[in-house]
């Protein structure tokens, strides 16, 4: 089955197990708008959990805020947003569709390097066990050809990007022959710089009307509290507000599911640090980052750093972590060194001193900010895309199964009595009354118990217990793990121990912290 068909499946999953579904969907849906579902509400809160714990609680020197989603209009233009925060879009004159220039590029530096890759593949064939890829790599021309027209398309591209010069831009698309995916024509109009922020009037009375924006980034809502949580708080550099929160994009090329919506969820955390130490901060947090991604073991290999060709109007260094979706490596987080940018025009607009007195240095300075910027819904996406597997098990029979990591499932622990009669619902829903203070658990009465077990193997319930006629007598259950499927009769006074081992907080955390 290829990629693209897995992610289809995916897709439907997640709508059919109740973890998203698209907006508005009776009225034929909202573009790139989707709804989080009863067991994606759960999965999404958890995955909050994890980040603010991480962030939040494990660190003395960061706390939280919660701004508002409104904000005084010009915030954006001391931001730049309102003058910068823009997309080069081109419009194929055929198809009438319209495409971000830089994408249609990348898009044609991924194929250049699909071919390379398979090339190295037929050379390993060819070759066999003598086969040296790095030799192979550095001398066949069909390969060598192919590196230097992907390298040389991404050079004239981030010079185009970073002199802000539409027309060269144009002209990369005009020269690597790029047609429209759709119409199939060259026929493209010129390149055109677009603002993704979305506006709406405050105040009731249109000619009153104030033009607000919905905010693109959470970032700015910290900015803007710097001085107050600093005061209030009592907090000495180097020191990080964190939060998390809703931003709104009005995103043209808006695909790939829940990876780039209009309306989406940020956690972003800002750290403010000394003038001159943002750079071993900047180090600091990428590599924290990244340390947090891999504790939630979805695999080491299925991220990569990308540091920033072209950097952010308010950037000293910029890089991505990036995720191995089912449509290749993409951005999942960002960590940007965001110099004294952001307080230093604040404080320019407004004329409020944004500055901090360092008792240490005996200076007052604007401090300079590390960010780090993370997706809530793109890491959601990671979550499931790693995890669904669709399984051919050892008799022949066949299960979907979310091995999503169990301190983040949805329901920890699905309770199930093997017939509906002779007391075994009432053990059950006692067992239930227990141990619901402690975890998610879900009750399950209904269909045989193989299609019960199957039903929480699709939604990543880590752990099943099934109470049968013996268990009035012993007080003891069968427990089944969700990816070994291994069944173990355990004490009911055990199952809080071993199903807090699986999934407590501390120890996932702990991870975190090494
Ligand atoms: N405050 C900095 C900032 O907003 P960004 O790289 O534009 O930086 C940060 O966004 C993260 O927000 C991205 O890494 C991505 O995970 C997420 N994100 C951005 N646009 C998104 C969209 N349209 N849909 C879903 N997630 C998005």
């Given at each position: 089955m290829t990629q693209e068909d897995l992610f289809k499946n995916l897709i439907a999953h997640a709508k059919e197990y109740g973890f998203i579904f698209p907006s508005s969907e009776i009225y034929d849906g909202l573009s790139a708008v989707y709804d989080y579902g009863q067991l994606g509400v759960e999965l999404k809160n958890n995955i909050k959990r994890y980040w603010w714990d991480a962030m939040v609680r494990l660190h003395d020197n960061i706390v939280g805020i919660d701004s508002a989603i409104f904000m005084h209009p010009r915030i954006w233009e001391a931001s730049g947003h309102v003058g910068a925060f823009n997309d080069p879009l081109i419009d194929n004159k055929d198809s009438k569709k319209r495409y971000r220039a830089d994408v249609l590029l990348e898009e044609y530096i991924t194929k250049i390097e699909e071919k390379i890759d398979k090339e190295v593949e037929k050379g390993r064939k060819k070759f066999g066990d003598a086969f040296d890829e790095q030799q192979f790599r550095a001398t066949n021309p069909n390969v060598l050809r192919n590196v230097q027209k992907a390298e040389e398309v991404h050079s004239r591209m981030a010079v185009a990007l970073n002199d802000n010069d539409l027309d060269a831009l144009r002209q990369l698309i005009v020269d690597c022959e790029i047609a429209c995916p759709v119409s199939g024509s060259r026929n493209w109009t010129e390149v055109r710089q677009f603002n993704?922020?979305?506006?709406?009037?405050?105040?009731?009375?249109?000619?009153d009307a104030n033009v607000i924006y919905l905010r693109p980034e959470t970032a700015q809502g910290i900015f803007v509290n710097f001085l107050n949580?600093?005061?209030?708080?009592?907090?000495?550099?180097?020191?990080?507000?964190?939060?998390?929160?809703?931003?709104?994009?009005?995103?043209?090329?808006?695909?790939?599911?829940?990876?780039?919506?209009?309306?989406?969820?940020?956690?972003?955390?800002?750290?403010?640090?000394?003038?001159?130490?943002?750079?071993?901060?900047?180090?600091?947090?990428?590599e924290t980052r990244l340390r947090w991604h891999q504790s939630l073991g979805l695999g080491d290999a299925k991220y990569r750093f990308h540091n920033h060709e072209k950097l952010a109007h308010y950037a000293n260094a910029a890089a991505d972590i990036e995720f191995e979706f089912p449509f290749g490596f993409k951005e999942l987080e960002g960590i940007h060194s965001r110099t004294d940018f952001d307080l230093g025009r604040h404080q320019q607009f407004t004329g409020?001193?944004?500055?901090?007195?360092?008792?240490?240095?005996?200076?007052?300075?604007?401090?300079?900010?590390?960010?780090?910027?993370?997706?809530?819904?793109?890491?959601?996406?990671?979550v499931l895309s790693a995890t669904y597997i669709e399984e051919k098990l050892d008799?022949?029979?066949?299960?979907?199964?979310?091995?999503?990591?169990?301190?983040?499932?949805?329901?920890?622990?699905?309770?199930?009595?093997?017939?509906?009669?002779?007391?075994?619902?009432?053990?059950?829903?006692?067992?239930?009354?227990?141990?619901?203070?402690?975890?998610?658990?879900?009750?399950?009465?209904?269909?045989?118990?193989?299609?019960?077990?199957?039903?929480?193997?699709?939604?990543?319930?880590?752990?099943?217990?099934?109470?049968?006629?013996?268990?009035?007598?012993?007080?003891?259950?069968?427990i089944r793990e969700r990816d070994s499927m291994k069944q173990e009769r355990v004490p009911i006074a055990n199952l809080l121990t071993i199903v807090d081992d699986l999934v407590s907080w501390r120890k996932w955390l702990g991870k975190v912290t090494k």
């Open positions: 993704l922020m979305f506006s709406t009037q405050m105040g009731s009375v249109s000619e949580v600093q005061k209030t708080g009592r907090m000495k550099i180097p020191f990080g507000i964190a939060q998390i929160g809703k931003a709104f994009r009005n995103e043209i090329v808006a695909r790939q599911f829940i990876f780039r919506m209009r309306e989406f969820e940020q956690m972003e955390m800002q750290f403010f640090v000394r003038p001159g130490e943002e750079i071993k901060w900047y180090e600091y947090w990428k409020k001193k944004m500055q901090y007195f360092d008792p240490e240095t005996n200076e007052s300075y604007v401090p300079y900010v590390v960010e780090t910027s993370i997706g809530l819904d793109r890491t959601f996406l990671s008799n022949g029979e066949e299960r979907v199964v979310l091995r999503i990591p169990a301190v983040l499932a949805p329901i920890k622990l699905a309770i199930l009595p093997l017939v509906k009669k002779d007391g075994l619902p009432e053990k059950a829903r006692e067992i239930m009354d227990n141990l619901k203070f402690d975890f998610n658990c879900q009750y399950d009465e209904k269909d045989s118990i193989g299609k019960r077990y199957r039903r929480q193997d699709a939604i990543g319930t880590p752990y099943c217990i099934t109470i049968d006629h013996q268990s009035l007598e012993d007080n003891c259950v069968t």
